[in-house]
């Protein structure tokens, strides 16, 4: 996976991650835990141990067999097919929101306090990194650097941690299984497209309609020269 983010799927207490999906595919690539683990550079002994580790909590996910005519081997069962397949999901959801995960709004330089720059933009007032000395920018900051509030449990635009925050109103909610994308327009032809988990979906009752606050940190924000 690339571009920084790593997808995990959390169940009943346990975390499972791209190593652990890579070795229920070399499983079911090999058909033998040995060969699996192998072809992973991994020993016997740790991909017996995470695969036992997985089992303890999520039930049965390789059957394996031993000896016989036809030597032992190991197969995944139902349950470790259907929890690859949920992960490859995830992933695959997850890899589509890295490519358009970037927000640029156009804006007007209006003050600086060193690199901290103020600037105007048609959906309100944003404060960004800005190393050029320049007026007319492009204010750029990743979707997954966006949160989502309740207008009234919003943060304030003037505490410590220098968050900008947008009013807006929910447009769309495409629900994943994990995750949601969550389109919020913020001013005329101006949607943000945030990615949020599901629990914050329903936590924050995200439907289309619903007024929500977006925020985001000025330190996370680059003004760019256009």
Do not use: C, W
Not at 42 to 49: G, K, V
Not at 125 to 144: G, P, Q, S
Request: glycine content about 8%.
């Amino acid at each position: 996976m690339d571009a920084g983010f790593e997808a995990h799927l959390r169940i009943d207490g346990v975390s499972f991650d791209a190593s652990d999906a890579a070795l229920l595919a070399a499983i079911d690539e090999h058909r033998s835990l040995n060969a699996a683990a192998e072809a992973l550079g991994r020993s016997y002994s740790r991909a017996h141990d995470r695969l036992k580790e997985l089992e303890s909590v999520l039930g049965s996910l390789a059957e394996r067999s031993r000896g016989g005519r036809q030597g032992g081997g190991s197969e995944l069962t139902s349950k470790g097919r259907d929890l690859l397949d949920r992960f490859d999901r995830l992933q695959a959801v997850l890899s589509d929101s890295a490519r358009t995960d970037e927000v640029a709004i156009e804006g007007q330089v209006r003050d600086r306090d060193g690199e901290l720059a103020t600037v105007e933009t048609p959906a309100g007032t944003v404060r960004a990194l800005l190393f050029e000395d320049v007026t007319a920018v492009e204010v750029l900051f990743r979707a997954d650097a966006i949160t989502l509030h309740r207008p009234e449990t919003s943060p304030s635009a003037t505490d410590t941690s220098a968050r900008n925050r947008f009013d807006g109103i929910v447009e769309r909610v495409a629900s994943g299984e994990a995750i949601a994308h969550v389109d919020v327009a913020v001013a005329a032809d101006l949607t943000l497209r945030v990615t949020v988990t599901q629990d914050s979906i329903s936590m924050l009752e995200l439907e289309s309609g619903t007024p929500v606050v977006a925020s985001f940190k000025a330190t996370a924000t680059r003004a760019v020269p256009r």
